[in-house]
């Protein structure tokens, strides 16, 4: 998978397209330290409830989406942002379609 050109200025939200019934993920970068993906979310599509070793930045860029953290909703929509903690089950589903920016830091 190619990442994104650098230098270039980026429109995150045409950068990812929807496709019905699934998720689409494009990385952006990926580098040692991190990493940023792009997600498109047909609506009711999600990711099952896991847990990674990093803290993660979720924002939504459009739509809206469920994120639940250690067993607690949170009902995001386009704008809003939250840190999924490390180590800490999570899970997201969309409301309605939506796409988001994952930027995971490896500390």
């Known amino acids: 998978m190619s990442t994104a050109p ?3 200025v980026l429109k995150f939200a045409e950068m ?3 496709q019905e019934g699934s ?10 330290a991190g990493n940023v993906t792009l997600f498109a979310f047909d609506k009711d599509q999600g990711l099952s409830e896991h847990t990674a070793p990093f803290d993660a930045l979720v924002h939504v860029l459009e739509g809206r989406a ?3 953290i250690s067993d607690k909703p949170y009902d995001l929509q386009a704008g809003d942002a939250i840190i999924m903690p490390a180590d800490e089950p999570h899970a997201l589903k969309a409301i309605q379609r939506f796409k988001m920016l994952l930027t995971m830091i490896r500390a």
């Open 6 to 8: 650098k230098s270039e």
């Open 16 to 18: 990812v397209g929807y």
């Open 23 to 32: 998720v689409v993920s494009r990385q952006i970068t990926k580098e040692e």
């Open 66 to 68: 469920q994120v639940i």
